[in-house]
């Protein structure tokens, strides 16, 4: 005999993602206003500000307390922002998380507290997930500060780090209270992180928007020269279309990355997310074209336009133990974690036209290797303008 | 100028607490049917089975094997099941959790696959928490093997480990797909954890059920005599209040919950949940008592009954450093731990009449200083029949 209950649970999270700048004067009001929003005494904020960051704006920590003083009606420091240090390297030990929970724990930082999180994607996934797990979940706001977080980890409603060797493999739910992108916070970045957001950009245009693709096309060399105004539109597009799937991790949104998660971890995360990105749409680009789904003009296209906005398209990498398909250390073993992970049958997402991904049930190990050596060809040709 | 993007994100979960006997008999249905109705392939199985649970009933390993075995068409083990240490003492550190994220990327686990937590309150969190941070999320069945996990932790919501000296400091949102409460396993179930559940059904009757407290008076004698029928039943209606909270952690499921969490850490867990919990209604029913808000007659049943189903209502722990609420090892130090969790302004749950419990926003110290003197009395008179 069986009896039972049923049992329902709701959830519904509403967040903002803004766009502005120098969010952080004194008389800007929007974090302010975001924060007190939800609360009726003062909030008491923990920020985590990358290291990075911090470097490149040296007054940051100084901005943050005036901020926080010019609010004191309705903001308090828990304790001075905490640094981290920025990139993947960060999400690579629990040690980090660790402290973040010390300082929760220490600073009298309960639930109706907020995390805001200053930095890359990798600060923002190790604040975002140790926000999410301490004191059963934290309010947390993010400001990310290079253009693949403003596009792509500052608007997930994830947060991961590493662990088992796998990229994200230990994450938690975290959906942001509200994202601040703040345009100013670009101007310093180093040329490899002002392009890194995008090869995400390009990549969901591939999966969702062929006009979009056309306007990253036609304004490459723009963003080439640092047109704060056009990143600025990129960016928000790329978000919009992130944010507007039915599914957020859904086949267009993946594109590309099975082959740019191993490749981060064969080169030890030397390659930069943004990066590896990049030769992943050019590598699952270049499969499409072989298998005969994608026409030539298309393929040329894509390879032309990640090239022109700077991104190098091969790594010795994607040939490192390339014959044996299970090695630990092998490209072609990224597929199998890839799908461990995701479960069901081996797939790949591949592109039938701009704008147009769809997801095959079977990989041929001898096309992806053939894919690689045209790729590598392709990569070493001087750009046709 | 601020421009902006509203999102919405929207979960649904819904899972099903089932009461049966024999679960794991091969030709029992429930698990398989479970499992098999989210997975069109075979599912893959990973159990993780409270080592105390195994030492009870020593063929429970053949029996899980057997199990999958009679059910080979729809279910699979990833791996032999894996044991752990029961009791609180397996949460205090990251070691279990690190551990089964080794055998999860080892042994081809995906999001498609399940973990079935078979054990008390403790194993059910850690393989909750391992479960719901790796690979962004597995499946995840509960099989409670104790009065207090079949009750409370098997039907939650969320599932924490302790850190930073405090009790589920770090957790994450892990909704069941199933939970199993298995009557059979309840048997073998040594005299304190057999009555462990009866402080959170007394608790949760003293908040919602003047009835069902009844039922509990009434049969307490049986509930001692270990009427397995009594037993179910009791738990049954305690799952069907918890889970008919509109507010999972509302005021009602947290009466006596300050004082029983801090007594747990002061007590380095030698007390169990139930026993603290069983003290902690205990303490804040006689706090309710001498601030006038409850009826001697009252006060005496909710004693009475937790005395005559065998709990011991007073502890030296309760008087640990009670001078110095601010010291980290004192009981007032737990009511602002307790509120530094929650937020906002120090507030205790008082029970007004059986059945009504109602949060006041303050706190008097003298006052709980007195009630432990009065408990302490109360505690150690016969018990009038």
């Known amino acids: 005999m069986v009896d039972q209950l049923e049992h329902v649970v709701q959830c519904s999270y509403r967040y903002t993602v803004h766009f ?3 969010a952080l004067a004194p008389t800007h009001r929007l974090l302010r206003d975001v924060v007190a929003a939800t609360n009726q005494s003062r909030s008491r904020l923990l920020f985590v500000v990358d290291r990075g960051v911090a470097q490149h704006h040296p ?6 307390e005036a901020y926080v003083t010019a609010h004191a009606d309705a903001l308090e420091l828990a304790c001075p922002p905490l ?11 629990q040690e980090h998380v660790a402290t973040l929970r010390e300082v929760i724990a220490d600073a ?3 639930q109706q507290s907020y995390v805001v999180a200053v930095g890359g994607g990798a600060v923002l996934d190790v604040a975002g997930f140790a926000a999410a797990t301490a004191q059963r979940g934290l309010r947390l706001v993010r400001m990310p500060t290079t253009t693949l977080a403003q596009a792509d980890a500052g608007v997930a409603v994830t947060a991961g780090i590493n662990a088992c060797g796998r990229k994200d493999f230990v994450g938690a739910f975290c959906p942001p209270v509200a994202v601040i992108n703040d345009a100013s916070l670009l101007t310093t ?4 992180d002002w392009r890194g957001g995008l090869a995400e950009a390009i990549k969901i245009a591939l999966g969702r928007d062929a006009a979009f693709f056309d306007f990253i096309e036609s304004n490459a060399h723009r963003l080439v020269a640092r047109d704060l105004g056009v990143m600025t539109q990129t960016i928000r597009r790329s978000v919009e279309l992130h944010l507007g799937a039915a599914e957020a991790r859904g086949p267009e949104a993946l594109f590309g990355h099975w082959a740019a998660f191993k490749l981060e971890a064969l080169t030890d995360f030397r390659l930069r997310h943004g990066e590896a990105v990049a030769i992943g749409v050019a590598l699952d680009t270049t499969y499409s074209y072989l298998a005969g789904l994608l026409d030539e003009n ?4 894509v390879l032309a336009t990640l090239k022109t906005v700077g991104f190098t398209l091969y790594t010795a990498a994607l040939r490192t ?10 490209l072609l073993r990224g597929l199998a974690e890839f799908h461990q992970r995701r479960g069901g049958p081996l797939a790949i997402m591949l592109l039938r036209g701009i704008g147009d991904v769809v997801e095959t049930p079977a990989v041929g190990v001898g096309l992806v290797q053939r894919s690689i050596a045209v790729l590598e060809t392709a990569a070493s040709e001087p750009q046709v303008a």
Chains 1, 2 share one sequence.
């Open 321 to 330: 133990n390339l014959g044996e398909p299970e090695h630990p250390r092998s």
């Open 20 to 22: 502005t700048t120098d």
């Open 59 to 64: 007054g940051l920590a100084r901005q943050i």
């Open 298 to 301: 298309s393929w040329r296209r």
């Open 83 to 93: 640094l981290l240090p920025g990139g993947e390297e960060v999400k690579n030990s």
């Open 108 to 110: 009298d930082v309960s």
């Open 189 to 192: 970045l180093e040329a490899r």
